[in-house]
């Protein structure tokens, strides 16, 4: 089974910054993604940008020029890092990976970590 562990969330003032982490364990895929979406209370879960396997990677407009995304292969690790936040980027950010066939497949979930701009 696929693990996803999330960190790194918390509580920041507006144009602060916040690293978030998502450590995968268990996968199998040889084309794959991983991203990171996020859900603000009473809304919908949003895209916020991933990577696939090829190495191209996609940041939503929303958070563009202040979010990047990134992998660390040795350590299987999908990285945002989020600058200029703001109280808008307040949600709950959720890890996923999938399978990547023209398109990512996202059949994987973390739990969530919490940001918080004020």
């Known amino acids: 089974d696929v693990q996803l562990v999330e960190s790194g969330g918390g509580s920041v003032q507006a144009g602060g910054s916040l690293r978030l982490s998502c450590a995968a364990s268990?996968?199998?895929?040889?084309?794959?993604?991983m991203g990171w979406f996020r859900q603000a209370p009473g809304k919908e879960r949003e895209w916020v940008g991933h990577?696939?396997?090829?190495?191209?990677?996609s940041i939503a407009d929303p958070v563009k020029g202040r979010f990047t995304i990134s992998k660390d292969s040795a350590k299987n690790t999908a990285l945002l890092q989020m600058n200029s936040l703001k109280p808008e980027d307040t949600a709950l950010y959720f890890c996923?990976?999938?399978?990547?066939?023209?398109?990512?497949?996202?059949?994987?979930w973390g739990q969530g970590t919490q940001v918080t701009v004020s």
């Open positions: 990577f696939d396997s090829d190495g191209a990677s």
């Open positions: 996923a990976a999938g399978r990547y066939d023209f398109q990512c497949i996202w059949d994987s």
């Open positions: 268990g996968y199998t895929y040889s084309s794959y993604c």
